[in-house]
């Protein structure tokens, strides 16, 4: 159990820290029995980004198992050493996460103001290199296209 940041009671299931299964009816936020209020994890933006999808561990669990490769005996000890640390560092990742009061739109779909902001940034900035690249280069400047 940790404490809630609202009322410092030991009310948060580490289930729900480690595994984001709670009784409420979202994964994002749990609500704290003592207070009523909706806590979310914030996490570090690195390992957010590590930890994000099975795919992503995946990929790097390889990489690093063929980069262990030459350290160990066989490529079976390097793939479950490399699994192994990825799968600790996921679960350290989570239950080490700082625990904030979430607004409500979060508790709904898991993004924050700061992350929607980020995202229609990144959104126009995709916008606009698609249409430098497939309309003003090859049609205004005479220029292929990126490529």
């Known amino acids: 159990m940790r404490q809630c940041p609202n009322c410092n009671e030991q009310t ?3 289930k729900w820290l480690l595994f984001n299964k709670s009784n409420s009816e ?12 909706k806590i979310r994890k914030q996490k570090n933006l690195v390992l957010d980004i590590i930890t ?3 795919t992503i561990l995946g990929f790097l669990a390889f990489i690093s198992a063929i980069i262990i490769e030459k350290y160990l005996p066989s490529f079976i000890y390097a793939l479950a050493s490399s699994i ?5 560092l996921y679960f350290v990742s989570e239950y080490s996460s700082k625990l904030k009061v979430a607004e409500e739109n ?3 779909n898991g993004l924050s103001k700061k992350g929607a902001v ?3 940034i990144l959104m126009g900035i995709i916008i606009c290199m698609t249409i430098y690249c497939l309309i003003i280069q090859p049609f205004i400047l005479n220029v292929p296209s990126c490529s």
């Open 118 to 120: 980020f995202a229609l």
């Open 26 to 37: 979202t994964k994002y936020c749990f609500e704290c029995s003592n207070c009523n209020l």
């Open 84 to 88: 192994i640390f990825f799968t600790v």
């Open 106 to 108: 979060y508790c709904v």
């Open 12 to 14: 948060i299931s580490v």
């Open 52 to 54: 994000a999808d099975i």
